[in-house]
């Protein structure tokens, strides 16, 4: 991208010698627990939820552990209640719903767009703050004595019958809510206020587009589930009955009121993974994102969609069946603005300059698992056989492929992609090429067989299964996969940590990518840039010409 | 600086406006606050006759959440410059109030069910659950099956 | 060169002006008060269901409220309100004392506010009225109400009268702060309107909110089903 030179930041002296970056701005404990840059503000969410990532992932192993047995006799029943609550409760509010936007959203927005920084950078530290008063509490709270309603908390169990320490996890999730709309009011003021010059809204990379529309999400979702949790906290604290049955409250509400916020929040999972997927495409297909303004306009109206399809998590409840109808329609619709998505990545790829590098891997990867997902996620949404698959293993199935196979994909394929940016160093591309492979296969043999021990019949939240041992298999070869997936995701902390002591120096640009964060120094300086940009020509724009050089400079930077 | 277009304000956020407009906003709240009370003691069921007396209670509502809606409007728009601001800062403050009504469509669901689950349903016998009327339970302690209930106090016995 | 890394300028060093950073907190702040709104609206919600499905029972739990007392904080919050607003201005005119001295009066008008609340919450608690086992059983001062329904009736009551409370409390807090950095003639608030505004922006919808609770709490009307006839 051709950047005009203009005014340099700063006090305007040409800074001798090794010009300081980010990270080497100060190396005191304080100057990372005080920071207000969103630089290192996205490092310190990085290793908070790498941290909740392997806790939760601990908890899964021990799920699996117990289902490999059909007699169910490692765990008793409340134990497992504890331990499948713990997984979801971490997993979903403490990592998935964090990951892409707090640590890569936040890296990279003000990049993206030419800002010095997030429009308020003190807020962004509340919020990671916020994050960690909410982790520390749901981890509490799943540690001293457990948690055993199930991460949806459906009333009345969490607010009349569950003796465990539902409150004190709920406040965690509240906190966590908090965080998460300060998060998204930063983005949405940041992306509307801080671009730089000449960076209309049609230049902004899709990255920033999902980011945008992901903000819009948390901002009128979070809310609703904040106060519906805070009601289940009002009962169980202050006895204030508001979805109590036995009173003529109304515990369907709850489930309304609930899913309002949760249908949406897969897309705050999902549609910033799906930057990131737009962006890692492109740049390893050397070819302008196909259909750009339907890429960006999808994500705007998955965001609004996604409001109107809450009710097919209530299929079974007892909801209107006219509202079930409708319901069911607008899910089959939502695949639509997907699918637009899908089609456009492979209409990218076809006839591009293909680099299979290992970001590119993760993506392709994400690309088959998310179609999986959401295929199955449309025999879900039709009402008949959402009748018979309700709460079996098929649901687990298709919601890991979502929102594992769609969030933590996308969340490699971004790590690895903007590791040399983050950090300023190569990390061993050839092991990461081959663990991708490791983490696809890994998660297909977890997942896939769970699809079909549903189909058959298996219910989730079950420890045993003595009364149809032909699920055993099924559950033998998910365990089996989940082992290889757990290897496929230590892995990567090793090397990408190695590459931090004796990885090779990256240059600005060492994947050759178009982009603005790709004109500043890998790591950038804590003003982002030395020079304000002044954007002049569109995003994507990979030229024939200027392609031959980068190309020729790629091999060059490559460690091999 | 070169000062960019893109940075340039919108609207006229710094206007600085006179005493006498905050407070003649203040009198016109104050007298919605009179109406809204005003309003609450006629009770349109009363006058309202034959078939219609039943709405009279929506009447009464409507009015009441109306004239609520109306105060807010102005607060908005006067007391909070919503009137002066940028059209982003008026997008988003709408935002708000157009996403209400895709939460409270979850009244689709509560007006088109046939069959509402309440007190002494036994599942597989369809005449124990009550046939639903909107705005209608709060006459089921008349029933003679929940005539006991009136000192029944559940919460005693489970917390 | 323009005013970045100077501590005490009131340009943050990621904006390129005052203006950009004016524009960019208020349209922060509005994106804030939508989540506040979605945050009322789900009580809103809860309790317009109920409501609707115990319009009787409602009613007459509700008749032990004191609309006069309630009216007298509507009132209170709509002068604060004024107040704040001329605040604004003050700031604007760069006026201290002024700003102060009616920021000081918003203060007291939550502070009233809040007593009212007390009052009204302890003669409840008195009457029993707070749900729960000690719930009371007396029919005459529920007027014959349902108790499970008028249970759920003062469950919302309090429930979003005390989460309105917590917000008076909170932005009578921030208010507070705001009047020590005026005293302290922080550049922060002194150089721009703007941040005034904001916490001005933020008791003003407060104030919204009670202007909402207020008639579905105070004054319901009398439902046909206890108007009786048909
Ligand atoms: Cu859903």
């Known amino acids: 991208m051709s950047t005009t030179v203009t005014t340099p930041i700063g006090s305007g002296e040409?800074?001798?010698?090794?010009?300081?970056?980010?990270?080497?701005?100060?190396?005191?404990?304080?100057?990372?627990?005080?920071?207000?840059?969103?630089?290192?503000?996205?490092?310190?969410?990085?290793?908070?939820?790498?941290?909740?990532?392997?806790?939760?992932?601990?908890?899964?192993?021990?799920?699996?552990?117990?289902?490999?047995?059909?007699?169910?006799?490692?765990?008793?029943?409340?134990?497992?209640?504890?331990?499948?609550?713990?997984?979801?409760?971490?997993?979903?509010?403490?990592?998935?719903?964090?990951?892409?936007?707090?640590?890569?959203?936040?890296?990279?927005?003000?990049?993206?767009?030419?800002?010095?920084?997030?429009?308020?950078?003190?807020?962004?530290?509340?919020?990671?703050?916020?994050?960690?008063?909410?982790?520390?509490?749901?981890?509490?709270?799943?540690?001293?004595?457990?948690?055993?309603?199930?991460?949806?908390?459906?009333?009345?169990?969490?607010?009349?019958?569950?003796?465990?320490?539902?409150?004190?996890?709920?406040?965690?999730?509240?906190?966590?809510?908090?965080?998460?709309?300060?998060?998204?009011?930063?983005?949405?003021?940041?992306?509307?206020?801080?671009?730089?010059?000449?960076?209309?809204?049609?230049?902004?990379?899709?990255?920033?587009?999902?980011?945008?529309?992901?903000?819009?999400?948390?901002?009128?979702?979070?809310?609703?589930?904040?106060?519906?949790?805070?009601?289940?906290?009002?009962?169980?604290?202050?006895?204030?009955?508001?979805?109590?049955?036995?009173?003529?409250?109304?515990?369907?509400?709850?489930?309304?009121?609930?899913?309002?916020?949760?249908?949406?929040?897969?897309?705050?999972?999902?549609?910033?993974?799906?930057?990131?997927?737009?962006?890692?495409?492109?740049?390893?297909?050397?070819?302008?994102?196909?259909?750009?303004?339907?890429?960006?306009?999808?994500?705007?109206?998955?965001?609004?969609?996604?409001?109107?399809?809450?009710?097919?998590?209530?299929?079974?409840?007892?909801?209107?069946?006219?509202?079930?109808?409708?319901?069911?329609?607008?899910?089959?619709?939502?695949?639509?603005?997907?699918?637009?998505?899908?089609?456009?990545?492979?209409?990218?790829?076809?006839?591009?300059?293909?680099?299979?590098?290992?970001?590119?891997?993760?993506?392709?990867?994400?690309?088959?698992?998310?179609?999986?997902?959401?295929?199955?996620?449309?025999?879900?949404?039709?009402?008949?056989?959402?009748?018979?698959?309700?709460?079996?293993?098929?649901?687990?199935?298709?919601?890991?492929?979502?929102?594992?196979?769609?969030?933590?994909?996308?969340?490699?394929?971004?790590?690895?992609?903007?590791?040399?940016?983050?950090?300023?160093?190569?990390?061993?591309?050839?092991?990461?090429?081959?663990?991708?492979?490791?983490?696809?296969?890994?998660?297909?043999?977890?997942?896939?067989?769970?699809?079909?021990?549903?189909?058959?019949?298996?219910?989730?939240?079950?420890?045993?299964?003595?009364?149809?041992?032909?699920?055993?298999?099924?559950?033998?070869?998910?365990?089996?996969?989940?082992?290889?997936?757990?290897?496929?995701?230590?892995?990567?902390?090793?090397?990408?940590?190695?590459?931090?002591?004796?990885?090779?120096?990256?240059?600005?640009?060492?994947?050759?990518?178009?982009?603005?964060?790709?004109?500043?120094?890998?790591?950038?300086?804590?003003?982002?840039?030395?020079?304000?940009?002044?954007?002049?020509?569109?995003?994507?724009?990979?030229?024939?010409?200027?392609?031959?050089?980068?190309?020729?400079?790629?091999?060059?930077?490559?460690?091999? | 600086m070169a000062k960019s277009p893109l940075h340039a304000a919108e609207g006229h956020a710094h206007e600085i406006h006179p005493v006498s407009m905050y407070v003649r906003t203040a009198l016109i709240l104050a007298f919605f606050m009179v109406l809204t009370i005003v309003a609450a003691q006629v009770n349109f069921g009363e006058i309202l006759t034959g078939h219609n007396r039943q709405y009279g209670y929506y009447v009464n509502n409507l009015v009441a959440v109306g004239i609520a809606a109306i105060k807010a409007f102005i607060v908005v728009m006067f007391f909070m410059h919503l009137k002066w601001a940028s059209s982003t800062a008026k997008v988003w403050a709408l935002m708000g109030f157009f996403f209400l009504p895709v939460l409270f469509s979850v009244f689709c669901d509560y007006g088109t069910r046939t069959h509402e689950q309440v007190d002494g349903w036994i599942p597989g016998q369809s005449e124990t659950a009550l046939p639903r009327v909107i705005g209608s339970r709060d006459q089921e302690h008349l029933d003679p099956r929940f005539a006991n209930d009136q000192n029944r106090n559940p919460k005693s016995s489970l917390y | 060169m323009s005013a970045h890394g100077h501590a005490d300028s009131p340009v943050k060093f990621q904006y390129e002006d005052i203006d950009q950073q004016n524009d960019t907190y208020v349209i922060g702040m509005w994106s804030f008060m939508v989540t506040e709104i979605m945050f009322f609206g789900g009580l809103f919600l809860i309790y317009t269901l109920y409501r609707m499905n115990y319009q009787g029972d409602w009613w007459k739990a509700h008749e032990h409220l004191d609309w006069r007392l309630g009216g007298i904080n509507t009132a209170n919050l709509l002068v604060s309100s004024m107040l704040m607003a001329l605040a604004v201005r003050a700031a604007q005119l760069k006026d201290r004392i002024k700003v102060m001295t009616l920021l000081s009066m918003v203060v007291a008008c939550g502070g009233l506010f809040m007593a009212i609340k007390y009052v009204e919450y302890s003669g409840k608690i008195v009457d029993h009225l707070y749900p729960g086992p000690s719930f009371t059983t007396n029919p005459e001062i529920l007027h014959g109400a349902n108790l499970n329904h008028a249970q759920l009736f003062y469950g919302l009551y309090f429930g979003m009268t005390g989460l309105h409370g917590v917000h008076v409390i909170v932005g009578m807090l921030i208010i507070s702060f705001l009047i020590k950095f005026w005293y302290q003639k922080k550049k922060v608030v002194t150089e721009d309107y703007i941040p005034t505004e904001l916490i001005g922006l933020y008791w003003h919808f407060v104030d919204i909110v009670w202007i909402f609770l207020y008639p579905l709490f105070y004054l319901m009307p009398k439902p046909f089903t206890v108007l009786g006839g048909h």
């Not at chain 1, 929040?265 to 930057?275: E, K």
């Not at chain 1, 079909?452 to 939240?461: K, L, S």
């Not at chain 1, 790709?518 to 982002?528: M, R």
Request: proline residues 5%.
């Open chain 1, 14 to 560: 040409a800074a001798p010698g090794p010009r300081l970056n980010y990270l080497t701005n100060g190396h005191s404990l304080k100057s990372w627990l005080l920071t207000e840059d969103h630089k290192r503000i996205a490092i310190l969410y990085l290793i908070s939820v790498s941290f909740f990532f392997m806790l939760g992932g601990a908890f899964a192993g021990m799920i699996r552990y117990e289902l490999t047995s059909p007699a169910g006799n490692v765990f008793e029943s409340d134990a497992y209640n504890r331990i499948f609550t713990a997984h979801g409760a971490i997993m979903v509010f403490l990592f998935l719903l964090v990951a892409v936007p707090a640590v890569l959203g936040n890296f990279l927005v003000p990049l993206m767009i030419g800002a010095r920084d997030l429009a308020f950078p003190r807020i962004n530290l509340l919020s990671w703050y916020l994050y960690t008063a909410a982790g520390s509490l749901i981890l509490i709270s799943c540690i001293s004595g457990g948690v055993d309603a199930g991460w949806t908390f459906y009333t009345p169990y969490s607010s009349l019958y569950s003796n465990s320490n539902v409150s004190l996890c709920l406040v965690g999730v509240f906190l966590g809510g908090f965080s998460s709309i300060t998060t998204g009011v930063n983005f949405i003021a940041t992306v509307h206020r801080m671009r730089a010059p000449g960076m209309t809204w049609f230049r902004l990379p899709l990255f920033v587009w999902a980011q945008y529309a992901t903000g819009i999400i948390m901002m009128l979702g979070t809310p609703v589930v904040a106060i519906t949790l805070l009601c289940v906290i009002f009962e169980r604290t202050f006895q204030l009955p508001i979805f109590s049955p036995e009173l003529g409250g109304d515990p369907v509400l709850f489930q309304h009121m609930f899913w309002f916020y949760s249908h949406p929040a897969v897309y705050i999972m999902v549609l910033p993974s799906f930057g990131v997927i737009s962006e890692v495409i492109s740049a390893f297909s050397r070819k302008r994102v196909f259909g750009y303004h339907f890429v960006a306009f999808s994500s705007l109206a998955i965001a609004f969609l996604g409001f109107l399809v809450w009710g097919h998590h209530m299929f079974v409840t007892s909801q209107s069946m006219y509202q079930g109808v409708a319901f069911s329609l607008v899910t089959f619709l939502l695949a639509v603005p997907s699918a637009i998505k899908i089609f456009n990545w492979t209409a990218t790829m076809a006839k591009g300059n293909i680099h299979l590098n290992s970001p590119m891997i993760y993506a392709i990867g994400f690309m088959g698992l998310f179609l999986i997902g959401g295929l199955t996620g449309l025999f879900l949404a039709a009402m008949g056989m959402d009748v018979h698959l309700t709460a079996t293993y098929f649901i687990v199935a298709h919601f890991h492929y979502v929102m594992v196979g769609g969030t933590v994909m996308g969340f490699l394929a971004g790590l690895h992609f903007w590791w040399p940016k983050m950090t300023g160093k190569l990390f061993n591309d050839n092991i990461a090429k081959w663990n991708a492979i490791v983490v696809f296969l890994g998660f297909n043999l977890t997942f896939f067989p769970q699809f079909i021990a549903g189909w058959m019949g298996m219910p989730r939240r079950y420890h045993y299964y003595y009364f149809a041992p032909e699920f055993q298999i099924y559950n033998i070869l998910s365990t089996m996969g989940a082992t290889v997936l757990g290897i496929g995701f230590v892995i990567p902390v090793i090397y990408l940590i190695k590459s931090l002591f004796t990885g090779a120096q990256a240059g600005d640009n060492p994947w050759g990518a178009h982009g603005l964060e790709w004109q500043t120094t890998s790591p950038p300086p804590t003003e982002n840039f030395y020079y304000s940009p002044i954007i002049t020509d569109d995003v994507y724009d990979y030229d024939p010409v200027a392609e031959h050089e980068a190309i020729r400079e790629l091999g060059a930077n490559r460690q091999h």
